[in-house]
């Protein structure tokens, strides 16, 4: 006779107010060359990076998300023939910087950016300082879940439980972020006045997210 078990799913939930800010930046333009798009690229990730020195960003805080330079064709007719030629390389360079979420700085960030001649767009999106403990926290309430669930149901069939024999979690990826402001906004240089911040009256919604554990026990 094989062994009984019992197998039970808990479900964890958490709620947490976000205490980190994340600033996503997009850099495109188009050279003729290949050479010259690389290198209006790294002019353009300079500018960043100068505007945002003055706050005390260094330049390592700007971090790379993805960078690609693609060519760049149009269409023309020849002896009512279309057919398509290479007139340049487009590069796009995507940007992220991250600090504790402070009102204030932000609003002087996003002042810094509407400056910089590199005009990148913008987006903003709130997340967590420490997702590792959040995740921690949510496996744990999830186990706790699970555990309780498999003590009614062993109660309520005049069993106990006996060895836990295993415990499958999906690692998968728990959405620790809100993202407000889902697409990117372009800043634009704007006329130089005394007022440096751009204040952004944002308030972000806790991040709420679930996960799952499926746990096996001997029943006695």
Request: charged share 30%; glycine share 6%; proline share 4%.
């Amino acid at each position: 006779m094989s062994e009984r078990v019992i197998r039970v799913t808990g479900k964890g939930k958490i709620s947490l107010s976000p205490d980190k800010t994340v600033i996503r930046l997009d850099l495109n333009g188009s050279r003729k060359e290949y050479r010259d798009a690389l290198i209006a690229s790294g002019e353009a990730t300079d500018q960043v990076k100068a505007s945002l020195a003055p706050l005390g960003f260094k330049k390592d805080a700007v971090k790379t998300v993805s960078f690609d330079i693609d060519p760049e064709y149009e269409s023309y007719q020849e002896k009512n023939v279309w057919k398509q030629r290479l007139v340049g390389y487009r590069y796009s360079h995507s940007l992220k910087l991250e600090f504790p979420r402070d009102r204030e700085l932000l609003a002087f960030t996003l002042g810094a950016l509407s400056l910089c001649p590199a005009s990148p767009s913008v987006s903003i999106s709130y997340g967590l300082m420490d997702p590792e403990a959040a995740k921690n926290k949510l496996l744990g309430l999830a186990c706790q879940d699970a555990l309780a669930k498999a003590k009614t149901l062993a109660e309520a069939s005049g069993v106990r439980l006996g060895e836990l024999l295993s415990v499958d979690y999906s690692w998968g990826q728990a959405e620790l972020e809100v993202r407000p402001m889902r697409k990117a906004m372009a800043l634009g240089a704007r006329m130089m006045t005394d007022e440096a911040a751009v204040d952004v009256d944002m308030e972000p919604d806790d991040i709420t997210t679930t996960d799952t554990v499926t746990m096996v026990w001997a029943m006695k």
